[in-house]
T-cell receptor, first 113, second 116 residues
Framework: EDQVTQSPEALRLQEGESSSLNCSYT??????LFWYRQDPGKGPEFLFTLYSAGEEKEKERLKATLTKKESFLHITAPKPEDSATYLCAVQAMASGGYQKVTFGIGTKLQVIP | GAVVSQHPSWVICKSGTSVKIECRSLDFQATTMFWYRQFPKQSLMLMAT?????????EQGVEKDKFLINHASLTLSTLTVTSAHPEDSSFYIC????????????FGQGTRLTVV
């Protein structure tokens, strides 16, 4: 069974204090790993897709990296508006020939001014 | 980015009634849409994968007859919660994929369902 574990569950940072969020996964036949941002009461907002180990993607203060077992979301000099829950998800081929997405529980990030 | 619109954003219904939730891709065609359910402080749980013109693929433990999915066109998928009960109260979210140099999935804003 595919598993996605995110750590920490919650993270509190001072504005400007860089850190990393971790997403560990166990999946057969990874097709892609996704990072999303979710604000309370709203649907997830797409950030990145990573496909293979060694791949990196950047967007503003965020940088996502991927290895064969985990992914990191690095946040450089965060601002209060970066406060949100960050979700990691993996896409793999399920029995029956369709692609299944499994989400982690998320890391709730709070950036304090 | 692409826009996925979900309607309604919240609904309150009586136990035993049915509720329909719509998911539309506004500026792209989505051959595949996904329906998720999210309980407080829990991760999104995939309920079903909806393919245009064919039957939906349901995840284990999701009742097909209770959660009816129709993907009638390339821009519209609907989820109908039939004979709703209080335990069906949850946050339902749809997403649609587009292939743009890679797979990107865009989510609707979600529907908060409360069954009383």
């Amino acid at each position: 069974e595919d598993q996605v574990t995110q750590s920490p569950e919650a993270l509190r940072l001072q504005e400007g204090e860089s850190s990393s969020l971790n997403c560990s996964y166990t999946v057969s036949g990874l097709r892609g790993l996704f990072w999303y941002r979710q604000d309370p009461g709203k649907g997830p907002e797409f950030l990145f897709t990573l496909y293979s180990a060694g791949e990196e993607k950047e967007k503003e203060r965020l940088k996502a990296t991927l290895t064969k077992k985990e992914s990191f979301l690095h946040i450089t000099a965060p601002k209060p508006e970066d406060s949100a829950t960050y979700l990691c998800a993996v896409q793999a081929m399920a029995s029956g020939g369709y692609q299944k997405v499994t989400f982690g529980i998320g890391t709730k990030l709070q950036v304090i001014p | 980015g692409a826009v996925v619109s979900q309607h309604p954003s919240w609904v309150i219904c009586k136990s035993g009634t049915s509720v329909k939730i719509e998911c539309r891709s506004l500026d792209f065609q989505a051959t595949t849409m996904f329906w998720y359910r999210q309980f407080p402080k829990q991760s999104l749980m995939l309920m079903a994968t909806s393919n245009e013109g064919s039957k939906a693929t349901y995840e284990q433990g999701v009742e097909k007859d209770k959660f009816l999915i129709n993907h009638a066109s390339l821009t519209l998928s609907t989820l109908t919660v039939t004979s709703a009960h209080p335990e069906d109260s949850s946050f339902y979210i749809c997403s649609a994929e587009i292939l743009a140099g890679g797979t990107e999935a865009f989510f609707g804003q979600g529907t908060r369902l409360t069954v009383v």
